[in-house]
T-cell receptor
């Protein structure tokens, strides 16, 4: 099925451990995004990649790094996990033609707990 | 002040009712407006998309944008139990960095 695939779906980390969240899309979209979703805070943009080879910080980038490996894949890395990074992480992709944005397609999320 | 404000609810309505969901925003440069539906423990899915201002209708759903008041709305007609979900508004200046509301939880009672 076409869409956005995230792995893993669940993860428990100890404080200070590192991990990489993987994301891949098969819709030939140029833009990819990482969001986190916390109760009462909504979805907040961590990093995005408007096209292959570019990445930009979003609203809450501290403590994260990203890599746009190719057009399909966009990974999010936590170098030294902290309890404040306990959240649900969503990857999304979107296609644009000129000024028309066709909206995000979201993955199913990664539920991360840092203890 | 948050970029986007949305009443979290919860909102509970009987089946068949008309539902009105709203968001306000502070940045007058926003020109992309979207509504997403999110079922429990799932990713958000796009419902409606509007560029600039005006109304858009798709089946039972109507999205309205009032840029002069910095106010957007989503109307759901003939609401169904399957509409029970959290509804998120989102908006952007460039189409790349979207700001989301916190979501309104809706329950449609059979």
């Amino acid at each position: 099925n076409a869409g956005v695939t995230q792995t893993p779906k669940f993860q428990v980390l100890k404080t200070g451990q590192s991990m990489t969240l993987q994301c891949a899309q098969d819709m030939n979209h140029n833009s990819m995004y990482w969001y986190r979703q916390d109760p009462g805070m909504g979805l907040r943009l961590i990093y995005y990649s408007a096209s292959e080879g570019t990445t930009d910080k979003g609203e809450v980038p501290n403590g994260y790094n990203v890599s746009r490996l190719n057009k399909r894949e966009f990974s999010l890395r936590l170098e030294s996990a902290a309890p404040s990074q306990t959240s649900v992480y969503f990857c999304a992709s979107s296609g644009m033609t000129g000024q028309l944005n066709y909206g995000y397609t979201f993955g199913s999320g990664t539920r991360l707990t840092v203890v | 002040q948050k970029e986007v404000e949305q009443d979290p609810g919860p909102l509970s309505v009987p089946e068949g009712a008309i539902v009105s969901l709203n968001c306000t925003y502070s940045n007058s440069a926003f020109q992309y407006f979207m509504w997403y539906r999110q079922y429990s423990r799932k990713g958000p899915e796009l419902l409606m998309y509007t560029y600039s201002s005006g109304n858009k209708e798709d089946g039972r759903f109507t999205a309205q944008v009032d840029k002069s008041s910095k106010y957007i709305s989503l109307f759901i007609r003939d609401s169904q139990p399957s509409d029970s979900a959290t509804y998120l508004c989102a908006m952007s200046v460039t189409g790349n960095q979207f700001y989301f509301g916190t979501g309104t939880s809706l329950t449609v009672i059979p």
